[in-house]
């Protein structure tokens, strides 16, 4: 080992000789060493056994650094290596006792491979998955797909005690894509296609082996229920065609039939008859139809457990179960498992392999399989019922990631058919109604005892997942768009064209009235899915997490101390206050009949339970409510304005609506703080189009118009109906490429007339969004669609402000608390663990970059609170990993070439056509940079710092329980920034709360009873 391992000093000539004649030879004998020596029976003694075990330590250590080279790897894959580490495994898992040390041959080069530890699952001399040799592998499989690196751990493989601790742990995303940049070239390659061969039958494996006779049994039970969703479909769709066609036939029967020869067509008041007539029958008789009973679990074979196992019990996440037989717990099976397929779908080397496994998983007997195989473990365990949640709600994103439906059918189960997607929905609402039951009685105990970090992720991924949901009903199209004009056109055609040979009037009632009809049914159709869905244990569960969320702010279950224990909270609760909220609003929109419910919730709240409600998250409650009732109403809008441009037959559906801060050449004057963006998609025959539009005014109640007042009828807080007016209207194909800006907030779209549109969302969740759907809605395919970019300008000018030795905990924009805000520019703020900074960036000095820009590494703003200093940490010089950065750039442009290659035909591991590759699209960037002509972004006038103070002076934080969300800092001079949504302040309360609690200084909350005049609540 000592001379495989030697690349300096004297021993440096004898170890490359050794490395270049004799390391083969040397492996294939160590592995037969190896695997004589696993298949000794110690029969119990433990002498015997620890002699054993050092030999295979020494042979483990050998293989190890052989691993550990580049070039000896060949000589650690071939079939009979496999079959050798099989039989290692095999003979650890019959012939050791459980507690002794592990023989962690799956983490040599030889167990990087998930065919090889796959063959070891599923053969006919498999490992037993109740033990921990199973376990091992498992964990294997799930860091080479997750792109764990080996050569920064120790020399000697890591035993079952670590590998349960990582899996106890919930994902963290952002240092999942972190370990990424430590894998070496050979890591990097070879995960890659250890990726692209796992997508393709890898996730049926792995299920199958987890599956036993307990699993297939619930999963029955799951299939059985995929019946009743699908006669639901029906039932709802046949029933919306009963109403049509009988609230048609009213309206003809009223209709005066002898006047039919002498109506004005043109006559604006015949118009104004027949549509409010014909829409007046409709929503009488849709109004009159009863809603179908809501998914609950009483209605199904499963049932909910009355409560959570508790995770303060010492027993709790125990590895190894009682008996002595060396068993494991089931979660820390199922755990890797999920970690192997969440590392597919976050941090696959490909959007067409991560599309490919999404594909697979919309199969409604996979999902049966991954929900029976939860009922065999604990729920909180591991938390593999939240890392379930986080799976499905990437998988069923149908938003983000639209079904294909030109694709070939897959018969009974596939999702292009809609009531197959409905089908998939209800199960996953089913499934988390069985986990609200317990998780309300956990929540209705929360003035004793808080909820459990365990229990808190839980509800942040309920929260995730039912939002997606929501986002989703409406992908479920119960009538195609023409299907419905085709239907109304039956009724009584032919009486009207017998009293008008021409058809002209029967066709003008057609257009005025049975027309709009069509953008009413499937919305009634998905009212229906939204009460069957969205119950109210769902809503009374929603609201009891958003009222924790909020205590947990003001020091809930914490006490009065900031401390480490009260910022190490945020990182278990993020998404509960953003999904959570987005569903409740979605539920009040699509479904109003839930509004008691709801109220009635957050009454009880308050009421009983002495939790209050901030003032400034009701505000914002209310504004998101008014935006999703102007989403609703918009699209009627605008179909009429397509149809004034000579669009036939329009159909606008919105897919984002977004209120901000806009500079466009095609506004007045160019920037308006008064704007709301909205994305649509509209399909005219058979033809399907993305518009990006700015409007403005028709819309008041939020907190960048709050000040001015749009309407003069409407209240400042309520929904205002008035018509916008269209500023600008572009279409999405003519979308060059996107800048995701720094933070959270903006972005830039740039167009191909070289024109760009700098976009700051009130909202700071709203960007994502807005971005995802921009780009989807650019163009069909992957390949043609806009250009994603991070605005790498924005961000060393920060840098340059700021210094890199400070580290960036938030960032946003808002305004200074000191006037209206109409006519006021919005300012950068800054918070980092020792200065406060506020900023003005002057747009003007922007320019888009070109493609270079994707070479230089992009930060985040969610850094761990507390960084873990274990084996697994990847803590680094500042200049090696700006190094490993730059390597990291350079192998994802290497993986690209190679995948060019292959579609061309090529040969994708040719190192030479690669490289040649590379150096030919390097020569051609300055044809196809995206940069503007002329000078670039002048970073170091882009920021201007209007004030830099030191957190180490900070002396008093008041978060003022106004309407709008304040926050006043004493930092030597009173600082009062007024954000423009409660999220982007609480962001900056858990930001204060990190850097004084590095600080090493003592803060103590409290509720002060003196407020200004003008409020008439206490703050904390």
Not at 91 to 104: A, G, N, S, W
Not at 434 to 454: D, F, G, I, M, Y
Not at 540 to 568: K, M, P
Not at 805 to 812: D, H, I, K, P, R
């Amino acid at each position: 080992q000592k001379v495989c391992e030697a690349t300096e000093g004297d021993s440096a000539e004898t170890g490359q000789t050794f490395r270049t004649k004799h390391a083969s030879l040397a492996t294939a004998q160590v592995f037969e060493i190896l695997v004589r020596n696993s298949q000794r029976d110690t029969y119990g003694n433990e002498e015997e056994e620890d002699e054993k075990m050092t030999l295979s330590q020494s042979c483990l250590a050998f293989l190890m650094a052989v691993s550990s080279f580049h070039e000896l790897r060949d000589c650690m894959r071939d079939q009979e290596k496999a079959r050798s580490c099989a039989t290692v495994l095999k003979c650890e898992e019959m012939l050791h006792r459980p507690t002794v040390q592990d023989v962690t041959i799956e983490q040599t080069w030889t167990g990087r491979s998930w065919k090889v530890l796959m063959n070891c699952l599923r053969s006919a001399d498999r490992l037993d998955s109740r033990k921990k040799v199973a376990f091992r592998a498992l964990v294997r499989i799930a860091d080479v797909l997750e792109g764990r690196t080996d050569s920064v751990h120790k020399k000697v493989g890591s035993g079952v005690t670590r590998l349960a601790s990582r899996e106890k742990q919930m994902w963290d995303e952002a240092a999942i894509r972190h370990q990424l940049l430590f894998l070496d070239d050979g890591e990097w390659d070879d995960r890659t296609e250890q990726v692209q061969s796992f997508c393709v039958d890898g996730p049926v494996d792995l299920l199958n082996y987890l599956l036993n006779s307990d699993t297939k049994e619930v999963e029955k039970k799951y299939a059985e229920l995929a019946d009743p969703a699908i006669t639901f479909y029906s039932e709802t769709r046949n029933s919306c065609i009963q109403v049509v066609e009988q609230a048609q036939k009213e309206f003809f029967d009223d209709f005066d039939k002898s006047s039919i020869g002498s109506v004005d067509i043109d006559s604006a008041d015949d118009d104004e008859y027949a549509s409010k007539r014909g829409r007046d029958i409709m929503m009488e008789k849709l109004s009159q139809v009863p809603r179908e009973a809501a998914v609950t679990d009483g209605e199904s074979f499963l049932h909910a457990p009355e409560k959570f196992v508790d995770t303060r019990s010492p027993d709790f996440e125990y590895f190894f179960l009682p008996g002595g037989l060396g068993h494991i717990s089931r979660s820390f099976i199922v755990a890797p498992s999920l970690r192997a397929l969440n590392a597919v779908l976050e941090v696959a080397p490909s959007r067409t392999s991560r599309d490919q496994v999404i594909a697979r998983f919309r199969d409604l007997r996979l999902v049966h399989k991954l929900l029976s195989l939860l009922h065999s473990t604990d729920f909180l365990g591991c938390h593999n019922a939240a890392k379930t949640l986080r799976l499905l709600s990437i998988v069923f994103d149908l938003v983000e990631t639209p079904v294909d439906e030109s694709a070939p059918e897959m018969g009974h189960y596939s999702l292009a058919l809609p009531s197959t997607r409905l089908a998939c929905l209800d199960c996953l609402m089913r499934f988390v109604s069985l986990l609200v039951q317990p998780l309300l009685t956990a929540l209705k105990n929360t003035h004793q005892t808080p909820l459990s970090r365990h229990e808190l992720t839980l509800g942040s991924e309920i929260c995730r997942l039912a939002f997606k949901v929501s986002q989703s009903i409406p992908t479920v199209m119960f009538f195609r768009p023409g299907e419905t004009i085709q239907l109304m056109k039956k009724q009584d055609l032919a009486l009207a064209l017998q009293e008008d040979p021409e058809g002209d009037v029967f066709e003008k009632v057609h257009r005025d009235v049975w027309a709009d009809w069509k953008h009413r049914v499937n919305p009634w159709c998905w009212e229906r899915v939204y009460h069957r869905f969205f119950h109210s244990d769902m809503a009374v569960a929603l609201v009891g997490l958003l009222i924790f969320d909020l205590s947990l702010d003001a020091g809930g279950s914490t006490g009065n101390a900031i401390d480490a224990n009260f910022a190490s909270l945020r990182s278990a609760k993020v998404g509960i206050g953003q999904f959570a909220t987005d569903v409740l609003c979605a539920m009040l929109v699509q479904n109003p009949g839930m509004k008691y419910e709801i109220l009635e919730a957050f009454a009880m709240a308050e009421t009983f339970f002495q939790r209050s409600v901030r003032p400034s998250f009701l505000h914002e409650l209310l504004s998101r409510m008014n935006l999703g009732l102007y989403e609703k109403a918009i699209g009627g809008l605008l179909t009429a304005h397509e149809e004034g441009r000579g669009v036939r037959n329009p159909n606008v559906v919105c897919r984002r609506v977004v209120s901000a801060v806009v500079q466009d050449p095609g506004l007045p004057g160019g920037a308006t703080p008064d704007c709301t963006v909205v994305v649509t998609q509209m399909s005219h025959g058979p033809v399907a189009s993305g518009q990006f539009w700015l409007l403005s005014q028709g819309f008041t109640g939020l907190p960048l118009v709050s000040h001015k007042t749009a309407c003069a009828v409407c209240a400042r807080h309520e929904f205002c109906p008035a018509p916008p007016e269209v500023n600008v209207r572009r279409d999405l194909s003519e979308l060059k490429a996107v800048y995701r800006g720094f933070g959270e907030q903006y972005l830039i779209a740039l167009w191909k007339n070289n024109s760009w549109t700098t976009i700051i969302c009130e909202k700071t969740h709203d960007r994502g969004f807005l971005l995802g759907a921009m780009e989807l809605l650019s163009a069909k395919t992957m390949n043609t669609r806009a250009r994603i970019f991070d605005d790498v300008a924005f961000q060393k000018a920060v840098l340059a402000k700021v210094g890199r030795e400070e580290v960036l905990l938030c960032a946003c924009f808002a305004t200074l608390d000191g006037g209206p805000f109409w006519g006021k520019a919005p300012r950068f703020f800054v918070l980092t663990d020792k200065s406060y900074f506020e900023m003005e960036v002057n747009w003007g000095k922007w320019r888009p970059q070109g493609e270079d820009s994707d070479d230089i590494t992009f930060m985040t703003l969610a850094p761990p609170l507390f960084q873990d200093e274990g084996e697994d940490a990847f803590n680094v010089a500042p200049d090696l990993l700006e190094e490993i950065q730059q390597a990291h750039v350079a192998r994802e442009k290497r993986t690209a070439m190679g995948r060019k290659l292959q579609d061309n035909g090529a040969d994708s591991s040719d190192e030479e056509d690669i490289a040649e590759m590379i150096e030919l699209e390097d020569q051609e960037k300055p044809h196809v940079v995206l940069a503007i002509e002329g000078p670039g972004t002048d970073v170091d006038s882009l920021l201007s710092v209007h004030r830099k103070l030191d957190i180490g002076d900070l002396e008093d934080v008041c978060f003022e329980p106004t309407s709008h969300p304040r926050l006043t800092l004493n930092l030597g001079a009173v600082i009062t920034i007024e954000f423009w949504d409660d999220s982007a302040r609480e962001s900056w309360r858990w930001g204060l709360a990190h850097a004084l609690t590095k600080s090493g200084k003592t803060f103590q909350r409290e509720w002060r009873t003196q407020v200004k005049p003008d409020e008439d609540e206490d703050s904390d």
